[in-house]
């Protein structure tokens, strides 16, 4: 199933704040983490502590982005469920939305009406 012009702006909106969020977690949990430990077990001076802390504080603005950008998603969310259900797009069915040349990224409605959006795929007529 392919989209309109609105329907594809949704789709990619919600796909890329997806991918947003995602990999701002990973960020935060992995990456940031990871350079605290490194931090707090290499700074045993006063200047050292407070690039700790500095660090910390960076996290915890990290982690304000990410819930904006989870709001972000939760609206796009809002607008975009109400078009999947009436085109009853599911696993089987997918809304196809063009995003370049022969790029698609699908989205459909799991069984727990959670939004599942993948892509890019190419697809060849």
């Keep these: 199933?392919?989209?309109s012009e609105k329907t594809n702006e949704l789709a990619l909106a919600?796909?890329?704040?997806?991918?947003q969020l995602v990999e701002?977690?990973?960020?935060i949990d992995y990456d940031m983490t990871n350079n605290l430990k490194s931090l707090e077990n290499n700074n045993q001076t006063v200047?050292?502590?407070l690039a700790v802390l500095e660090y910390k504080n960076k996290i915890v603005l990290e982690e304000e982005f990410y819930?904006?950008?989870q709001q972000e998603l939760s609206e796009i969310s809002e607008d975009f469920i109400p078009i999947l259900v009436a085109v009853?797009?599911?696993?089987?069915d997918r809304l196809y939305t063009?995003?370049?040349g022969d790029v698609f990224i699908d989205s459909?409605?799991?069984?727990?009406?959670k939004i599942i959006s993948s892509g890019p795929v190419i697809h060849i007529d």
Aim: net charge positive.
């Design 67 to 69: 819930l904006q950008v």
């Design 47 to 49: 200047d050292g502590k």
């Design 1 to 3: 199933m392919y989209t």
């Design 108 to 113: 459909f409605l799991d069984e727990n009406g």
């Design 24 to 27: 701002k977690r990973r960020q």
């Design 88 to 92: 009853n797009a599911n696993r089987h």
């Design 14 to 19: 919600y796909f890329e704040k997806y991918n």
């Design 98 to 100: 063009q995003i370049g």
